[in-house]
Structures are given as structure tokens and as C-alpha cells.
T-cell receptor, first 110, second 116 residues
């Protein structure tokens, strides 16, 4: 049911930027790209979302390609506390259903 | 602002027994969701409420699962009878209705169920 493809796992050195890719080649014009993360034994946490333009907030940046078929979540200075599973979700309000795939397990290493 | 509360945090039961989980969403959040998360997988939506009405329960195994949100605030999810494959974390989330397409859900810590 998930309409996104993400790598199963990635490693990142502490203090470096973590770039998490997501493919969503079947995204339609009214669908947003959302990113959530889930730290071990916690519920998922909202990070950021976007439609067409790049977005930035205090947690991360979201870069969406011009054709909107893929996006990248950027954590500019990863810390050990950023170790989590990151979910990329395509959400269209008209369908009103949230599909989580299996996500990317990000391991931030000292 | 208080977050989404869930109880119990952990539950161990034997198969064919019954179990109930409780969720209290963030105050003022009209939309409430129950998700099932099996180990190693992403959360799967079971049911969505808007106030006290069901919006989507298409993935709820209705022969054994039931959920209610009678007064449009807190909610209960029940499993009767439980099967081994129901072992999972049950997550509750809530959302404040906002702009179309803005789907910021706030999740509780979950209830970890083990069926023996």
C-alpha cells in the first residue's frame, strides 16, 4: 500500500549531514510528502512536510525534485539522538489515509 | 501541552483472552487514530475517528477487534479473542483539523501487547 521507496538502512557520522532519500514516482499533484521518525520504543514524531517547494524547519530540510518524483530529508548536523527509523509518506487529503512503509533505519555513529 | 496518553504501556495475555487499550488524545483534537505496529514494520492504520464517528475502519479485523470513542474524546480499542499474531505495539494518534493536506499527527507512546 505504501507509495514510497526508501533504503532499508543508512549510516551517518555524528556531526555530519544525514541525507535520507525517498522515491515517490507515482505521486499526484495534490499529494504532500511527509517525513516522520520513530525513535526506539516511542511513537512516531512529525518532522516536516512539503508539496512542491523546499522546506526547512528547526529539525530538518526537505528537498523535493522539480518533477516531485523523489525527495531528500536532510538533517544538517546529525547527533546520536537522531538514530531512528525515518518514514517518508505521501499523503493525499482526498484519500485521507496515511501509509507508513518500512522506513529507513538511520544509524548515527560517534 | 500534554501529549497523547495511552495505557497500559505493556500487556501480556494468553491467546483467546480479551484485552482493552485506552487512549486520551490531546485536548481539542477531533481526529483520533489507532495503529498496529508489528515488529520490524511501519505502523498500519486500524481505525480513524472524527469526533465520535468512524471515518475509516477498512483495515480493522472486525471479527475480533472493536473500537469506540463514545463522547468524542478518549477511545478504547478491544481485542476479543486475541490471537498470537496480534502481538504488536498499538499506537494512538490525534490530529487537530487544519489546512487541507496538513496531516500532523501526534502519537502516544503505544501499548506493547504480547500474546502467548
Amino acid at each position: 500500500d505504501a507509495k514510497t521507496t526508501q533504503p532499508t538502512s543508512m549510516d551517518c557520522a555524528e556531526g555530519r549531514a544525514a541525507n535520507l532519500p525517498c522515491n515517490h514516482s507515482t505521486i499526484s499533484g495534490n499529494e504532500y510528502v511527509y517525513w516522520y521518525r520513530q525513535i526506539h520504543s516511542q511513537g512516531p514524531q512529525y518532522i516536516i512536510h512539503g508539496l512542491k517547494n523546499n522546506e526547512t524547519n528547526e529539525m530538518a530540510s526537505l528537498i523535493i525534485t522539480e518533477d516531485r518524483k523523489s525527495s531528500t530529508l536532510i538533517l544538517p548536523h546529525a547527533t546520536l539522538r537522531d538514530t531512528a527509523v525515518y518514514y517518508c509518506i505521501v499523503f493525499g487529503h482526498i484519500f485521507n489515509k496515511f501509509y507508513f512503509g518500512s522506513g529507513t533505519k538511520l544509524n548515527v555513529k560517534p | 501541552e500534554a501529549g497523547v496518553a495511552q495505557s497500559p504501556r505493556y500487556k501480556i495475555i494468553e491467546k483467546r483472552q480479551s484485552v482493552a487499550f485506552w487512549c486520551n488524545p490531546i485536548s481539542g483534537h477531533a481526529t483520533l487514530y489507532w495503529y498496529q505496529q508489528i515488529l520490524g514494520q511501519g505502523p498500519k492504520l486500524l481505525i480513524q475517528f472524527q469526533n465520535n464517528g468512524v471515518v475509516d475502519d477498512s483495515q480493522l479485523p472486525k471479527d475480533r477487534f472493536s473500537a469506540e470513542r463514545l463522547k468524542g474524546v478518549d477511545s478504547t480499542l478491544k481485542i476479543q479473542p486475541a490471537k498470537l499474531e496480534d502481538s504488536a505495539v498499538y499506537l494512538c494518534a490525534s490530529r487537530l483539523p487544519g489546512l487541507a493536506g496538513v496531516e500532523t499527527q501526534y502519537f502516544g507512546p503505544g501499548t506493547r501487547l504480547l500474546v502467548l
